[in-house]
Every structure is written in structure tokens, then in C-alpha cells.
């Protein structure tokens, strides 16, 4: 029986340990969703262009702007707004969306390269709900310098300090706690002063726009701004999500067909075991006859026995299977957070209970067909 459990043991470990890991792996994808802030991005409408004479690459051309006009938001802005209206059957007038415009530019600060990013401090706080201070306040003037946490180790930079570039000059009032993401290091600055001191007045980089829900239609706000404002390219971030989603499932699918050729080598093993345990207790099953019972009494001995190797077998499956995630788990996806899932307990001992009873009728009914004579003859 420990032997057929083993079978059961090993299958149902696997199945939990790639539910289980592919929960983890779910819930890590949807909270950086969350975490990334807006519900689709805009970035200038650029296509590269291979130049060839014959057979022969001359390189590849850039088409199109690399900045996107500032003149665009408000449309930007109606489209959004009106077709969130449209979805939630919201009158209210007034703006909805948050729309969080961007300018990145390339510097120079104490011999060090330093992204330096244009924002909308008022518009850039919605969007990025984990930005937490570590020390100093938030931008409330058109001179002040929000650091990231690496940038300002990198810069010795401190709370207080001026810091200039392209001839203008700003005072750091913040450092952001680190996030572990590009913020880390960069550098923030309100957006017209970007813009003045580089020359590119009316110039923005990309947009970011978070929608009032996630229940929003951002797949259709992106298709009405791709259709109808030229020069830009909305992406709805759910729509990369679904792409990552989706080669999860296909790669979850693969994972649980090679867990249910597993099952399957664990039901016949189940399989062998009860039918070497019926040839071993043939004179006991004869005497059993002997004495009177019936064919579904010897029948029901193996279906127990069946069961009990399923509820052994899917307990230690589910309890080998969490294990198993926690040690493949961040090794699949990096930074996933393991938790034993309590909902696959039922689901790993009805499959393991399941394929135990079924892999057991079979040498039930072969127990049901031995004869009393057959028995004494193995006397």
C-alpha cells in the first residue's frame, strides 16, 4: 500500500506544486500591475525603417517624432474621460482620468549621467501611489528636485543641496525611498522647468494615464486615441499583462498535462499493487466465500483499501506539492512571494482518492471472480 500511495504521492505533488507556483506567479503579476500605477501608456509614434540598395544594408531609419506636443492632452483628456463616462453611466462633469505627462532628458550633475524626468507633481502622485518620502516633503515649487534613493547615494546628494544643470538651478526638498525600480535612479523636477532649460518648450516624452477603475475600458480608450489623435501609440498595460498571462496558461497547461501522465503512471502503479494484493490473499478470499460473503463485501475490502491509499496519498501529495512550490517557485518567477494555498487540500485529495478507486475496481472485480476451489488449491 505504501508503495501504491508513493505512485499517488508523486502525482498529485506535482499537480498542487504547479497550482500552487502558478498562483504565486499570478498574484506577483497582478500586483506589479497594480504597482506600476497607470492603466495604459503613450509614447510617440516612431517606426524604424531598413534602408537597403539590393542586398546590401545601408541601416536602419527612424521615422516619425520622438516627442509628443503638448497641444494633444486635452484631447488625450476627452477621449479618456468620455469613454470612462460611457462605461461607468457617470454624469459628472469635471476630469476623471489622471493624465501624467513626461519629459526625460539626458544630463550631466556632478560628472555623473543622471536621467533627469519632467513631471506633473500633483498629476505623478496619483499615478505613483507607492512613492513613499524617506526624507524631506514632496515638489510643491517649479525650483525644487525630487531625488531617488540610488541617485542620491550615487550624487551625495542631501536635503537642502542645490544642484545645476543646462544653466538652471533647483533645490533638493526630497529623497523617495527606494522601490526597486527605475525611479531609484532618477531624478524629478516639475516639467516646465525641464522643458525651459533644455529648450524643448511644449515637448513631452510619454504619457501615462490611469483610468478611475481597473474595471475600465483601457483596451478601448487606447484604440479611440490610436484611431483618432495621429502620431502617438496608446498601449493598455493590461493588454502586455494578457500577453504574459496568457504564456503562463500555456505554459501551465503544458506543466499539468506532464502531471496527469504522472497520475497515470501512479494509477497503474496503484493498479499493480491490488493485483498482486489479490493473488497474495486467495486462500483468504476463499475462506471469505467459504464462509459467505458475498462478492460486493470482498469488493468494498479493496475499494476501502483504494480509498485509504487516495487520502493517504493526496494528503502527503499536497503537503510534498507546497513544499516542492517553495523551493521551485522564485526560481520561475523571480520575486514571486509563496504561500501555501489551503483551497488545492480537497482538490489534491478527490483527484488522489479518484484515481486510487478507479485504478482499484479493476482488481476488485478480479477478487469477486475467484472461486472457493481455486483457493484450496493454493493451500
Same mark, same amino acid.
Given at each position: 500500500? #505504501?508503495?501504491?500511495?508513493? +505512485? ?12 500552487? /507556483?502558478?498562483?504565486? *506567479?499570478?498574484? @506577483? ?7 506600476y500605477?497607470?492603466? &495604459? ?16 544594408s545601408?541601416?536602419t #531609419?527612424?521615422? +516619425?517624432?520622438?516627442?509628443?506636443s ?11 474621460d $468620455?469613454?470612462? @463616462? ?7 462633469? *469635471? ?11 539626458? /544630463? ?6 543622471? &536621467? ?33 534613493a ?6 551625495k &546628494?542631501?536635503?537642502?543641496?542645490r ?20 525611479d ?20 513631452? $516624452? $510619454?504619457?501615462?494615464?490611469?483610468? &478611475? ?13 490610436n484611431n483618432?489623435?495621429?502620431?502617438? @501609440? ?6 502586455? !499583462?494578457? =500577453? ?6 500555456r ?7 506532464l502531471?496527469g501522465?504522472?497520475? !497515470?503512471? +501512479?494509477l ?7 493485483m498482486?494484493?489479490?493473488?497474495? @490473499?486467495?486462500?483468504?478470499i ?7 460473503? $458475498? ?19 493526496g =494528503? ?5 506539492? =507546497? ?12 520575486? !514571486? ?7 488545492? #487540500?480537497?482538490?489534491?485529495?478527490i483527484?488522489? /482518492?479518484?484515481?486510487?478507486?478507479i485504478?482499484? #475496481? ?5 477478487? =469477486? ?11
Amino acid at each position: 500500500m #505504501l508503495y501504491a500511495a508513493l +505512485g499517488v504521492v508523486i502525482g498529485t505533488m506535482t499537480v498542487v506544486a504547479i497550482l500552487t /507556483t502558478t498562483l504565486a *506567479g499570478q498574484e @506577483r503579476i497582478y500586483n506589479q500591475l497594480e504597482k506600476y500605477g497607470p492603466n &495604459l501608456t503613450i509614447v510617440p509614434a516612431i517606426s524604424n525603417l531598413d534602408v537597403n540598395i539590393g542586398d546590401l544594408s545601408l541601416g536602419t #531609419l527612424t521615422i +516619425g517624432e520622438n516627442y509628443i506636443s503638448e497641444e494633444k492632452l486635452p484631447q488625450i483628456r476627452q477621449i479618456a474621460d $468620455s469613454k470612462i @463616462r460611457e462605461a461607468l453611466n457617470i454624469k459628472d462633469e *469635471g476630469n476623471i482620468a489622471t493624465i501624467a505627462p513626461k519629459l526625460y532628458v539626458n /544630463t550631466e550633475l556632478k560628472g555623473t549621467s543622471v &536621467l533627469v524626468v519632467g513631471i506633473d507633481p500633483q498629476e505623478e502622485s496619483l499615478i505613483k501611489t507607492w512613492w513613499r518620502i524617506k526624507e524631506g516633503e514632496y515638489l510643491v515649487a517649479t525650483d525644487q528636485a525630487l531625488v531617488g534613493a540610488v541617485a542620491s547615494d550615487l550624487l551625495k &546628494l542631501n536635503v537642502g543641496d542645490r544642484i545645476a544643470f543646462n544653466g538652471s538651478e533647483v533645490t533638493v526638498v526630497g529623497i523617495l525611498e527606494e522601490a526597486g525600480s527605475n525611479d531609484d535612479y532618477q531624478v524629478f523636477v516639475p516639467i516646465p522647468l525641464l522643458q525651459k532649460s533644455f529648450g524643448k518648450e511644449g515637448l513631452i $516624452s $510619454s504619457i501615462d494615464v490611469r483610468a &478611475l477603475c481597473n474595471a475600465c475600458p483601457v483596451e478601448n480608450i487606447a484604440d479611440s486615441i490610436n484611431n483618432n489623435i495621429p502620431g502617438i @501609440r496608446a498601449v493598455a498595460v493590461k493588454q502586455v !499583462a494578457a =500577453t504574459e498571462m496568457g504564456m503562463m496558461d500555456r505554459i501551465n497547461k503544458l506543466m499539468l498535462a506532464l502531471a496527469g501522465i504522472t497520475l !497515470a503512471v +501512479g494509477l497503474f502503479g496503484v493498479v499493480n499493487t491490488m493485483m498482486a494484493s489479490v493473488h497474495e @490473499r486467495i486462500k483468504d478470499i476463499g475462506i471469505m466465500r467459504a464462509v459467505g460473503a $458475498s462478492g460486493r463485501q470482498i469488493s468494498k475490502i479493496f475499494v476501502y483499501e483504494a480509498i485509504m491509499i487516495g487520502i493517504l496519498g493526496g =494528503t502527503f501529495g499536497y503537503i510534498a506539492g =507546497t513544499l516542492l512550490a517553495y523551493l521551485i517557485g522564485p526560481i520561475i518567477f523571480e520575486g !514571486a512571494i509563496i504561500s501555501y494555498a489551503p483551497q488545492y #487540500l480537497p482538490l489534491s485529495l478527490i483527484l488522489a /482518492t479518484v484515481i486510487s478507486v478507479i485504478a482499484g #475496481l479493476y482488481p476488485a472485480f478480479r477478487a =469477486t471472480r475467484i472461486k472457493v476451489a481455486d483457493s484450496f488449491r493454493s493451500l
